[in-house]
């Protein structure tokens, strides 16, 4: 294990009774270059083995350089509205610095699984803590020590596509209960 990462048995994000849950995407956020502020937008281009067109991370290749774990950031709303709380602010999630701000999704569920995001299948590879750059640029005295053991989740891409606001996100090979026909 490597320092950063966190261990399952300490994840305090989202954690449900049961297995079925029922996420989404809640925002995206992307920036062209390190240190610079993220911009919200409505969807990404996601590439395997690259990133999301656009950001800071899109690289030519990050299994040449042995870094999958670079292409895709994740993290529960859930956990940035408890960290507002803890700190009595108001936390916008662009300032976090994470591609993807999910809602109902327990990140945890998706360690070293395979998942969906809209039409698009990634692989979660790993939890991780939030680091001191993210302080210094959301400007939000705190905000690491508030976010240590939930501070999202480090993910691959396996299939191309375009991931947008509001895309529903399943375990791979289960159908969001968004997206079942109704009666």
């Given at each position: 294990?490597v320092?950063w990462?966190?261990?399952?048995e300490?994840?305090?994000g989202l954690?449900?009774a049961d ?11 992307i920036?062209?270059?390190s ?7 409505a969807?990404l ?6 990133g999301f067109?656009g950001d800071?991370?899109f690289?030519a290749?990050w299994?040449?350089?042995?870094r999958?774990?670079k292409?895709v950031?994740?993290?529960?709303e859930?956990?940035?509205?408890a960290?507002?709380?803890e700190?009595k ?5 662009r300032?976090?610095?994470?591609n993807i701000?999910?809602r109902?999704v327990?990140?945890i569920?998706?360690l070293n699984?395979?998942f969906?995001v809209g039409g ?9 803590e939030p680091c ?7 400007g939000?005295p705190g905000?690491c020590?508030a976010?240590?053991?939930r501070?999202?989740l480090?993910?691959?891409?396996l ?5 947008r606001?509001?895309?529903p ?6 159908t ?6 109704s009666?």
């Amino acid at each position: 294990m490597v320092i950063w990462d966190t261990p399952p048995e300490l994840w305090r994000g989202l954690k449900l009774a049961d297995s079925s849950w029922h996420g989404l995407v809640a925002s995206l956020h992307i920036t062209a270059r390190s240190g610079e502020p993220m911009t919200s937008v409505a969807e990404l281009r996601a590439i395997p083995d690259r990133g999301f067109e656009g950001d800071r991370f899109f690289h030519a290749s990050w299994s040449s350089v042995g870094r999958p774990d670079k292409a895709v950031t994740l993290i529960e709303e859930e956990s940035l509205v408890a960290a507002a709380a803890e700190l009595k602010t108001e936390v916008i999630p662009r300032d976090i610095r994470r591609n993807i701000v999910t809602r109902g999704v327990p990140l945890i569920q998706l360690l070293n699984r395979e998942f969906t995001v809209g039409g698009v299948a990634m692989r979660g590879l790993r939890l991780f803590e939030p680091c001191m750059p993210m302080e210094k640029l959301s400007g939000i005295p705190g905000i690491c020590r508030a976010l240590v053991h939930r501070g999202g989740l480090k993910a691959t891409i396996l299939i191309e596509g375009v991931v947008r606001v509001g895309d529903p996100i399943a375990l791979r090979g289960e159908t969001p209960a968004t997206l079942l026909p109704s009666d």
